[in-house]
């Protein structure tokens, strides 16, 4: 198994240590989406080589281990060390190898592991409710810490030193292209107004700017929202990410394999969408993406905007595949 790296750097800008390895992590509070559809459409069988791109606190990387069996393998992969040490917790004595490394890296991944490729590619896109509700990892202004966003604090670059470097039409772009913010330009010249009084250098304090910039009364979400997401988006090359993975997907999967991407807003989900159609080596198997059920909604809200689409590489090069899918709810 390859060692996990918990030798955290320190913020350029914050200059705020992330926790350190010593540090004991709380348990895991984040639950895993859609985890049944993804273990029937993953198609699992004992014996299968799997790889989560997204490990998270390991829920589903667990699940899909249970399914493997002893015979088969999982490989997770995730960019954040403190998520993999829950992963770890999580799958402890199950068939999984945990790597810190980008899902964007997987061809280094399978030439270290010698593997030629894999029976199945789960990601599951975005943060984890862990991250969201670690205040020192700077994802959330639900609880102040320094403005980071870093999934991997050894990236090169915080959301603090985007916020007081960029000029404000670069911050306007990120903000109205990632969070699809119509404000996106009155949030960007406040950011630059408050950072000439001081730095902007905490969760707290961005939210507070980027409400100043939000015209009008509130609605049921807070109006820094959209600008947090966007932040993160930059920070983490998200988007840039999921692009190199689909425009490898195919080459990595085994004849008959399966890949299956769970995304939570309108710019990852094209993607897949338009990548999966497009592929002529991969066959769609979600007519409509696969949503999560009424039980599902009741006790996981995160799951309300979660959307899982499968496609699946040809069995052969002539023809379609031939392995019995699951129906999605929209064919029900
Ligand atoms: C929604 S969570 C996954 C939750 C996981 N499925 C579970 O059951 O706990 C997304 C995870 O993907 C990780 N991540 C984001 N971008 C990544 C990338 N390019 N490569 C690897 N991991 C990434 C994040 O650090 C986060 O832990």
């Not at 999982?74 to 790597?99: F, S, Y």
């Not at 020192?136 to 966003?149: N, V």
Request: one cysteine or more; hydrophobic letters at 40%; charged letters at 30%.
């Amino acid at each position: 198994m390859v060692m996990i790296d918990l030798s955290f750097r320190f913020s350029n800008r914050t200059n705020e240590p992330a926790l350190s390895a010593e540090t004991a992590l709380p348990s895991p509070v984040h639950r895993p989406v859609l985890l049944a559809e993804v273990v029937e459409w993953l198609d699992l069988r004992e014996g299968v080589v799997i790889v989560d791109g997204t490990a998270g606190a390991g829920g589903h990387s667990g699940a899909i281990a249970d399914r493997v069996g002893a015979s088969g393998r999982v490989i997770a992969l995730d960019r954040d060390p403190e998520m993999l040490e829950l992963a770890r917790e999580a799958t402890e004595g199950k068939p999984v190898t945990l790597i810190q490394s980008s899902y964007a890296d997987l061809d280094r991944v399978l030439d270290d592991l010698e593997l030629d490729g894999v029976d199945g590619i789960l990601l599951d896109l975005g943060l984890s409710s862990d991250q969201l509700a670690w205040g020192h990892r700077g994802f959330s202004f639900a609880s102040d810490g320094p403005l980071d966003m870093r999934f991997d604090p050894k990236g090169h670059t915080s959301a603090a030193d985007l916020v007081n470097d960029l000029d404000a039409e670069e911050l306007a772009r990120i903000i109205f292209e990632y969070g699809e913010e119509r404000h996106s330009r009155r949030i960007a010249r406040r950011i630059v107004e408050a950072r000439r009084v001081e730095p902007i250098l905490t969760t707290a304090r961005l939210a507070e700017v980027v409400r100043k910039g939000v015209p009008g009364k509130w609605g049921a979400i807070d109006p820094a929202t959209r600008t947090f997401q966007a932040l993160r988006i930059e920070v983490n090359g998200e988007l840039d990410q999921l692009d190199d993975l689909l425009a490898n997907v195919a080459g990595y999967l085994n004849p008959g394999g399966r890949a299956a991407i769970v995304s939570f807003h309108s710019l990852e989900d094209r993607r897949v969408k338009h990548s999966f159609r497009d592929d002529p080596l991969l066959t769609v198997l979600t007519r409509k993406p696969v949503t999560a059920t009424a039980e599902e909604l009741a006790t996981n809200p995160r799951a309300r905007s979660a959307k899982l689409r499968v496609a699946q590489r040809c069995p052969d090069q002539n023809g379609p595949p031939n392995i019995p899918t699951p129906r999605s709810k929209a064919d029900r």
